[in-house]
């Protein structure tokens, strides 16, 4: 059974960082990891994602150059500077066998940005 685990959410000024990091078990295969974020009130959006060896990233616009997406094997780490506001949210990591292929989702950590 696949078990994708979370951690190092928290609460930052805004301009500060954060290092969020996933592990999956029970996989098999080369994997694609993937973050995506839930703010309160709003739909589950697409943060960052990584295919299986580092050689293909994206990141949605609105983080392009403060978020970096990291990992070996079956970690992968989100590196957040700047951080504002609005990036406030639930942060879920997710992994599938392929980009834009997610199956297995974390449960979740909350990333709270004050301003």
């Known amino acids: 059974q696949v078990q994708v685990v979370e951690s190092g959410g928290g609460l930052v000024q805004a301009g500060g960082s954060l290092r969020l990091s996933c592990t999956a078990s029970?996989?098999?295969?080369?994997?694609?990891m993937a973050w995506f974020r839930q703010a309160p009130g709003k739909d589950r959006e697409f943060v960052a994602d990584r295919n299986w060896n580092g050689d293909f990233t994206s990141y949605i616009g609105t983080v392009q150059g403060r978020f970096t997406v990291l990992g070996q094997n079956n970690t992968v780490i989100l590196q957040m500077n700047s951080l504002k506001p609005e990036d406030t949210a639930v942060y879920y990591c997710?992994?599938?066998?392929?980009?834009?292929?997610?199956?297995?989702w974390g449960q979740g950590t909350q990333v709270t940005v004050s301003s």
């Open positions: 997710v992994v599938g066998p392929r980009i834009g292929n997610y199956v297995y």
């Open positions: 029970g996989t098999f295969g080369n994997i694609a």
